[in-house]
């Protein structure tokens, strides 16, 4: 691509992301209006998030890979389509069940394109430009989340939650008629994967199914049989490496590779645990009210989302081992500086350095770790590896949830498990830290 289409087309990819990741924190702040309209239960009301979620993370590996056989930007614009209806049926819904299963359709759209912002990315930028990239569609996710609950708020308030969906409509239009105009197809036919790994992908979502709806409802008899069928999805992929594989083995061959996915899953645990942690304890043992909690736990994201582009920058300049072990380190720390300001009558603005801190550390991994992941993969699997890349990523978050949910529960008084809770996070956040001083400099001398 030109260069001069490499600012559209990277506004164009931002804005589809950002309505993906602005639905995984907006719909919360809307289940009571949900409950209270469409007289919906506790359960069906969790469902419209569970529903959304579960569907959302086990299509992202298929989605992935399968825009290295149609193109990433057929699979961009028929996700973002997708996703766009379903919101527009999402906010017509006349009954929870009705709600439900456009949710998933909303899920499935965001599985689809998800992926190929990724992959559009790496294809648009050079590698020498990349990093600023993938600052910047960094920064978009932490703006989602300071935006989801404060813009989820406004919108309830003023009109119903019915309008948390239909905001999706104009957006998604938007993107689309930039989508098709500014994103040219690149990919020629012979460079293309070829052939569909039909076993790999039923095993894969089948597996992946049964395992994340273990993780979000607890119900562990779905475990077993999801991590057999993952088993198996493993072995099946040894036997088609030679033809079109759903997951690539030479992917985790790159050093790179599989340290930034595990520097994405730790950093994405750790966000998550952040946002669980704090916001229980602001509300359950500080009294604060919603809107209070919110304005506490805005700083980490404000953090991230200004210092991710030029984090980005950075890391198309300087070696990778100056970045993550210190980044991941300031990390931890800012957990730590949180529990210390962390008693039942401190002042909650004395939780504000550690929230900052945690948000910088935040800012310094993200950008380059999704940069350096997808740096020298070739592009017939460019799609393969942002699948890879975004189904770890939501592993990492529902690992965070679960965790740091189960030790909250375990551990008698809230104030009693905090800390229990933080220690558990930072040890995550050292271990990949000392993990990454193995990073390969994206140099001649780097492994092929």
Known sequence: MTRDRSGPVLATVCVAFFMTMLDTTIVNIALPDIQHRLDASLSQALWVVNGYTLVFAVLLLTFGRLADRYSPRTMFL??????????????????????????????????????????????????????????????????????????????????????????????????????????????????????????????????????VFALLEGEWYAGGPGLLLLAGFVLHQRTTQGRAPLVPFELFGRRNFALMNAVLMAALFATVALLLVYTLYLQSVRDLTPTEAGLILAPPAVATLLISPVMGRLADRVDPRLIFPPGLALFAAGFLVLLAASGDDTDVLALLPGMIICGVGAGIVFAPANALAMRDVPPAMAGAASGVISTLRQVGTLLGAVVVGAILQAGGSYTDAMPAAIWTVVGVLVLTAIVTTRTHPPSGRQTP
Do not use: H, K, N
């Open 78 to 211: 028929a996700g973002l389509a997708t996703f766009t209806v379903a919101s527009a049926l999402c906010g017509l819904a006349q009954d929870p069940a009705q709600l439900i299963a456009t949710r998933a359709l909303q899920g499935a759209g965001a599985a689809m394109l998800m992926p190929q912002t990724l992959t559009l990315i790496t294809t648009t930028f050079p590698p020498e430009r990349r990093g600023f990239a993938f600052g910047v569609w960094s920064g978009v996710a932490g703006l989602a989340t300071v935006a989801g609950p404060a813009a989820g708020g406004l919108l309830v308030d003023a009109l119903t939650w019915r309008s948390i969906f239909l905001v999706y409509v104009p957006l998604g239009l938007i993107a689309l008629a930039a989508g098709y105009a500014l994103i040219p197809e690149r990919a020629s036919r012979r460079d293309r994967a070829a052939g569909l790994d039909l076993v790999g992908m039923l095993l894969s979502t089948g597996g992946l199914f049964l395992t």
